[in-house]
Protein backbone atom coordinates (compact mmCIF):
# COMPACT_ATOMS: atom_id res chain seq x y z
CA UNK A 1 0.00 0.00 0.00
CA UNK A 2 2.34 2.33 1.02
CA UNK A 3 4.69 1.42 -2.22
CA UNK A 4 1.71 2.04 -4.31
CA UNK A 5 0.98 5.67 -2.96
CA UNK A 6 4.54 5.79 -3.57
CA UNK A 7 4.24 5.58 -6.82
CA UNK A 8 1.61 7.39 -7.49
CA UNK A 9 2.60 10.45 -5.79
CA UNK A 10 5.85 10.68 -8.19
CA UNK A 11 3.63 9.90 -11.28
CA UNK A 12 1.90 12.92 -10.41
CA UNK A 13 4.43 15.21 -9.61
CA UNK A 14 6.03 14.40 -13.03
CA UNK A 15 3.32 14.99 -14.63
CA UNK A 16 2.54 18.65 -13.33
CA UNK A 17 6.38 19.74 -13.41
CA UNK A 18 6.73 21.98 -17.05
CA UNK A 19 9.88 21.18 -18.82
CA UNK A 20 12.44 24.14 -18.91
CA UNK A 21 11.67 25.70 -22.05
CA UNK A 22 7.99 25.65 -21.47
CA UNK A 23 8.46 27.15 -17.44
CA UNK A 24 10.75 29.76 -19.52
CA UNK A 25 8.30 30.63 -22.37
CA UNK A 26 5.33 30.54 -19.94
CA UNK A 27 7.44 33.31 -17.73
CA UNK A 28 6.07 37.02 -18.10
CA UNK A 29 8.21 39.97 -18.69
CA UNK A 30 7.35 41.44 -15.27
CA UNK A 31 8.15 37.84 -13.20
CA UNK A 32 11.59 37.95 -15.19
CA UNK A 33 12.13 41.23 -14.04
CA UNK A 34 11.59 40.76 -10.62
CA UNK A 35 13.60 37.99 -10.13
CA UNK A 36 16.49 39.66 -12.19
CA UNK A 37 15.99 42.35 -9.42
CA UNK A 38 18.11 41.46 -6.66
CA UNK A 39 16.05 41.73 -3.16
CA UNK A 40 14.50 44.95 -1.78
CA UNK A 41 14.95 46.69 -5.06
CA UNK A 42 11.04 47.13 -4.63
CA UNK A 43 11.75 49.39 -2.08
CA UNK A 44 14.83 51.36 -3.63
CA UNK A 45 12.55 54.08 -5.32
CA UNK A 46 10.78 55.41 -1.69
CA UNK A 47 13.96 55.41 -0.16
CA UNK A 48 15.75 57.83 -2.48
CA UNK A 49 12.99 59.75 -2.18
CA UNK A 50 12.96 59.40 1.56
CA UNK A 51 16.60 60.36 2.06
CA UNK A 52 15.99 63.27 -0.38
CA UNK A 53 13.54 64.33 2.39
CA UNK A 54 15.73 64.07 4.88
CA UNK A 55 18.63 65.97 3.19
CA UNK A 56 16.04 68.92 2.21
CA UNK A 57 14.94 69.30 5.98
CA UNK A 58 18.53 69.26 7.10
CA UNK A 59 18.62 72.02 4.72
CA UNK A 60 15.81 73.97 5.62
CA UNK A 61 16.88 74.03 9.16
CA UNK A 62 20.41 75.31 8.35
CA UNK A 63 18.65 78.35 6.12
CA UNK A 64 16.64 79.34 9.02
CA UNK A 65 19.24 79.12 11.79
CA UNK A 66 21.37 81.44 8.97
CA UNK A 67 18.15 83.57 8.91
CA UNK A 68 18.04 84.24 12.63
CA UNK A 69 21.60 84.97 13.57
CA UNK A 70 21.43 87.43 10.73
CA UNK A 71 18.48 88.98 11.83
CA UNK A 72 19.88 88.84 15.80
CA UNK A 73 23.00 90.70 14.63
CA UNK A 74 21.30 93.08 12.34
CA UNK A 75 19.67 95.63 14.66
CA UNK A 76 23.10 96.15 16.28
CA UNK A 77 24.75 96.98 13.33
CA UNK A 78 22.29 99.29 12.04
CA UNK A 79 22.32 101.51 15.20
CA UNK A 80 26.33 101.67 14.64
CA UNK A 81 25.55 102.34 10.83
CA UNK A 82 23.52 104.80 11.04
CA UNK A 83 25.37 106.83 14.05
CA UNK A 84 28.36 106.72 12.17
CA UNK A 85 26.85 108.92 9.53
CA UNK A 86 27.28 111.64 11.08
CA UNK A 87 30.96 111.47 10.87
CA UNK A 88 31.98 111.83 7.60
CA UNK A 89 28.86 114.48 6.48
CA UNK A 90 30.85 117.37 8.03
CA UNK A 91 33.06 116.51 5.63
CA UNK A 92 31.47 116.44 2.60
CA UNK A 93 29.92 119.95 3.69
CA UNK A 94 33.59 121.42 4.34
CA UNK A 95 35.79 119.61 1.34
CA UNK A 96 33.25 118.54 -1.00
CA UNK A 97 32.55 115.03 -2.83
CA UNK A 98 33.96 115.58 -6.12
CA UNK A 99 33.63 112.00 -8.17
CA UNK A 100 33.81 113.35 -11.98
CA UNK A 101 37.81 115.05 -10.47
CA UNK A 102 40.50 114.23 -13.54
CA UNK A 103 43.74 112.89 -12.12
CA UNK A 104 46.50 110.96 -12.63
CA UNK A 105 46.85 107.92 -9.85
CA UNK A 106 43.35 106.75 -9.06
CA UNK A 107 42.93 103.91 -5.90
CA UNK A 108 39.74 101.99 -6.08
CA UNK A 109 38.84 100.76 -2.82
CA UNK A 110 36.16 98.11 -3.01
CA UNK A 111 35.07 97.01 0.20
CA UNK A 112 33.10 93.33 -0.10
CA UNK A 113 32.52 90.26 2.71
CA UNK A 114 34.69 87.65 3.94
CA UNK A 115 31.32 84.93 3.69
CA UNK A 116 29.27 84.03 0.87
CA UNK A 117 25.18 83.85 1.11
CA UNK A 118 24.34 86.73 1.02
CA UNK A 119 22.83 87.58 -3.00
CA UNK A 120 24.34 90.00 -5.21
CA UNK A 121 25.70 91.95 -2.90
CA UNK A 122 29.05 91.20 -3.91
CA UNK A 123 29.22 91.21 -7.63
CA UNK A 124 26.98 94.90 -7.24
CA UNK A 125 30.38 96.29 -5.44
CA UNK A 126 32.69 93.99 -8.39
CA UNK A 127 30.34 95.49 -11.37
CA UNK A 128 30.85 99.14 -10.32
CA UNK A 129 34.56 98.60 -9.09
CA UNK A 130 35.50 97.01 -12.70
CA UNK A 131 33.02 99.85 -14.45
CA UNK A 132 35.59 102.77 -12.31
CA UNK A 133 38.31 101.09 -13.39
CA UNK A 134 37.12 101.11 -16.75
CA UNK A 135 36.50 104.71 -16.85
CA UNK A 136 39.71 106.00 -15.02
CA UNK A 137 42.02 104.34 -17.06
CA UNK A 138 43.90 105.63 -19.59
CA UNK A 139 47.34 106.35 -21.47
CA UNK A 140 48.41 109.14 -18.84
CA UNK A 141 46.52 107.52 -15.71
CA UNK A 142 47.04 105.28 -13.35
CA UNK A 143 44.17 103.09 -11.65
CA UNK A 144 45.07 100.57 -8.87
CA UNK A 145 42.23 98.29 -6.44
CA UNK A 146 42.68 98.01 -2.73
CA UNK A 147 40.19 95.23 -2.14
CA UNK A 148 38.18 95.06 1.72
CA UNK A 149 37.14 91.47 1.43
CA UNK A 150 37.49 87.66 0.55
CA UNK A 151 34.56 87.67 -1.99
CA UNK A 152 35.62 91.42 -4.22
CA UNK A 153 39.40 89.72 -4.10
CA UNK A 154 38.73 86.26 -5.56
CA UNK A 155 35.92 87.90 -8.28
CA UNK A 156 38.73 90.63 -9.17
CA UNK A 157 41.74 88.53 -9.41
CA UNK A 158 40.32 86.66 -12.21
CA UNK A 159 41.38 89.58 -14.72
CA UNK A 160 42.28 92.37 -13.19
CA UNK A 161 45.07 90.27 -11.16
CA UNK A 162 48.37 93.12 -12.49
CA UNK A 163 45.96 95.77 -10.75
CA UNK A 164 45.45 94.97 -7.36
CA UNK A 165 47.59 96.87 -4.69
CA UNK A 166 46.57 95.49 -1.76
CA UNK A 167 44.39 93.18 -0.29
CA UNK A 168 42.53 92.96 3.19
CA UNK A 169 40.21 89.69 4.82
CA UNK A 170 38.69 88.83 7.79
CA UNK A 171 37.81 92.62 8.22
CA UNK A 172 35.07 91.43 9.59
CA UNK A 173 35.88 88.73 11.58
CA UNK A 174 35.77 91.01 15.31
CA UNK A 175 32.44 93.75 15.23
CA UNK A 176 33.97 96.85 13.75
CA UNK A 177 35.48 99.39 15.51
CA UNK A 178 36.85 102.80 14.52
CA UNK A 179 40.35 102.13 15.85
CA UNK A 180 40.47 98.96 13.57
CA UNK A 181 39.40 101.17 10.63
CA UNK A 182 41.67 103.74 11.40
CA UNK A 183 44.61 101.70 11.58
CA UNK A 184 43.79 100.24 8.06
CA UNK A 185 43.65 103.47 6.35
CA UNK A 186 46.76 104.31 8.16
CA UNK A 187 48.07 101.38 6.52
CA UNK A 188 46.51 102.05 2.99
CA UNK A 189 47.83 105.72 3.06
CA UNK A 190 51.37 104.81 3.87
CA UNK A 191 51.47 102.06 1.05
CA UNK A 192 49.57 103.41 -1.75
CA UNK A 193 50.57 106.37 -3.92
CA UNK A 194 47.34 107.79 -4.88
CA UNK A 195 45.79 111.18 -6.10
CA UNK A 196 42.11 109.96 -5.45
CA UNK A 197 40.76 107.48 -3.54
CA UNK A 198 37.54 105.85 -4.51
CA UNK A 199 36.01 103.96 -2.16
CA UNK A 200 32.99 101.95 -3.23
CA UNK A 201 30.50 100.10 -1.36
CA UNK A 202 26.71 99.39 0.00
CA UNK A 203 24.65 101.88 1.24
CA UNK A 204 21.81 100.26 3.30
CA UNK A 205 18.59 101.22 3.25
CA UNK A 206 16.71 98.78 4.00
CA UNK A 207 16.77 94.73 4.54
CA UNK A 208 15.38 94.28 1.26
CA UNK A 209 17.56 97.18 -0.24
CA UNK A 210 20.47 98.85 -0.68
CA UNK A 211 22.45 100.75 -3.10
CA UNK A 212 26.01 101.14 -4.41
CA UNK A 213 27.72 104.34 -3.60
CA UNK A 214 31.14 105.53 -4.14
CA UNK A 215 32.49 108.16 -2.01
CA UNK A 216 35.77 110.01 -3.65
CA UNK A 217 38.35 111.50 -1.43
CA UNK A 218 41.55 113.84 -2.97
CA UNK A 219 44.79 114.03 -1.88
CA UNK A 220 45.68 117.29 -0.06
CA UNK A 221 47.57 118.32 -2.99
CA UNK A 222 44.89 117.89 -5.59
CA UNK A 223 42.17 119.29 -2.48
CA UNK A 224 44.36 122.49 -2.72
CA UNK A 225 44.07 122.84 -6.61
CA UNK A 226 40.80 122.21 -6.31
CA UNK A 227 39.83 124.88 -3.88
CA UNK A 228 41.56 127.36 -5.83
CA UNK A 229 39.46 126.72 -8.75
CA UNK A 230 36.36 127.13 -6.89
CA UNK A 231 35.28 123.10 -7.29
CA UNK A 232 35.19 122.18 -3.72
CA UNK A 233 34.55 124.16 -0.75
CA UNK A 234 36.77 127.49 -0.03
CA UNK A 235 39.14 126.88 2.57
CA UNK A 236 40.57 130.06 2.59
CA UNK A 237 36.86 131.52 4.56
CA UNK A 238 38.18 129.46 8.00
CA UNK A 239 40.77 131.07 9.84
CA UNK A 240 43.50 128.81 10.75
CA UNK A 241 45.01 128.46 14.40
CA UNK A 242 47.71 126.61 16.34
CA UNK A 243 50.26 127.94 13.58
CA UNK A 244 50.09 125.31 10.84
CA UNK A 245 50.05 125.92 7.99
CA UNK A 246 47.25 125.00 4.96
CA UNK A 247 49.00 122.15 3.46
CA UNK A 248 49.40 120.11 7.06
CA UNK A 249 45.41 120.99 8.14
CA UNK A 250 44.79 119.75 4.73
CA UNK A 251 46.95 116.69 5.25
CA UNK A 252 45.18 115.73 9.18
CA UNK A 253 41.69 116.72 7.42
CA UNK A 254 42.50 114.27 4.67
CA UNK A 255 43.37 111.47 6.92
CA UNK A 256 40.66 111.95 9.31
CA UNK A 257 38.18 112.11 5.79
CA UNK A 258 39.37 108.95 5.11
CA UNK A 259 39.33 106.85 8.44
CA UNK A 260 35.57 108.45 8.76
CA UNK A 261 34.65 107.18 5.46
CA UNK A 262 36.29 103.89 5.47
CA UNK A 263 34.51 103.19 9.09
CA UNK A 264 30.50 104.39 7.66
CA UNK A 265 31.15 102.14 4.47
CA UNK A 266 32.53 99.09 6.33
CA UNK A 267 29.01 99.41 8.71
CA UNK A 268 26.90 99.59 6.00
CA UNK A 269 28.47 97.45 3.83
CA UNK A 270 28.18 95.18 7.04
CA UNK A 271 24.65 95.92 7.16
CA UNK A 272 23.24 95.45 3.97
CA UNK A 273 25.31 91.89 4.22
CA UNK A 274 23.21 90.97 6.72
CA UNK A 275 20.01 92.30 5.50
CA UNK A 276 20.97 90.59 2.12
CA UNK A 277 21.98 86.85 3.93
CA UNK A 278 18.26 87.61 5.74
CA UNK A 279 16.62 87.58 2.44
CA UNK A 280 18.51 85.54 0.61
CA UNK A 281 18.34 82.37 3.63
CA UNK A 282 14.68 83.69 4.16
CA UNK A 283 13.90 83.01 -0.12
CA UNK A 284 15.73 79.60 0.78
CA UNK A 285 13.93 78.18 3.58
CA UNK A 286 10.26 79.08 1.74
CA UNK A 287 12.06 76.79 -1.61
CA UNK A 288 12.57 73.93 0.26
CA UNK A 289 9.62 73.90 2.17
CA UNK A 290 7.71 73.80 -1.65
CA UNK A 291 10.46 71.11 -2.91
CA UNK A 292 9.52 68.95 0.42
CA UNK A 293 6.05 69.19 -0.71
CA UNK A 294 6.76 67.85 -3.77
CA UNK A 295 8.99 65.63 -2.59
CA UNK A 296 6.08 64.50 -0.37
CA UNK A 297 3.98 64.12 -2.88
CA UNK A 298 6.06 61.86 -4.99
CA UNK A 299 6.77 59.51 -1.98
CA UNK A 300 2.81 58.98 -1.36
CA UNK A 301 2.41 58.34 -4.96
CA UNK A 302 5.16 55.76 -5.32
CA UNK A 303 4.41 54.17 -2.02
CA UNK A 304 0.90 53.39 -3.16
CA UNK A 305 2.06 52.64 -6.09
CA UNK A 306 4.64 49.94 -4.97
CA UNK A 307 1.43 49.00 -2.39
CA UNK A 308 -0.93 48.30 -5.40
CA UNK A 309 1.50 46.51 -7.48
CA UNK A 310 2.12 44.29 -4.13
CA UNK A 311 -2.06 43.29 -3.73
CA UNK A 312 -2.15 42.18 -7.14
CA UNK A 313 0.52 40.14 -7.03
CA UNK A 314 -1.01 39.00 -4.07
CA UNK A 315 -4.67 38.27 -5.46
CA UNK A 316 -3.15 36.85 -8.79
CA UNK A 317 -0.88 34.18 -6.92
CA UNK A 318 -4.56 33.33 -4.66
CA UNK A 319 -6.40 32.72 -8.15
CA UNK A 320 -3.72 30.70 -9.60
CA UNK A 321 -4.06 28.28 -6.57
CA UNK A 322 -7.88 28.73 -6.61
CA UNK A 323 -7.91 27.85 -10.69
Keep these: MAMAALRREGRRVLLSAPSPAAAMAARSPAAAHQEATPFGARSISTQVVRNRMKSVRNIQKITKAMKMVAASKLRAVQIRTENSRGLWQPFTALLGDVPSVDVK ?47 GKVQLIRDSKDSIEMTVSELQKNPINYTQIAVLADDILKNVEYDALRVVFNKFHSVISFKPTITTILSPEVMEKESEAGKVGDLDSYEIEGGETKSEILQNLTEFQFSCVMYNAALENSCSELGARMSAMDSSSRNAGEMLDRLTLTYNRTRQASITTELIEIISGASALEG
Excluded: Q
Excluded at 120 to 146: C, F, R, W
Design 105 to 151: KNVIVAITSDKGLCGGINSTSVKVSKALHKLTSGPDKESKYVILGEK
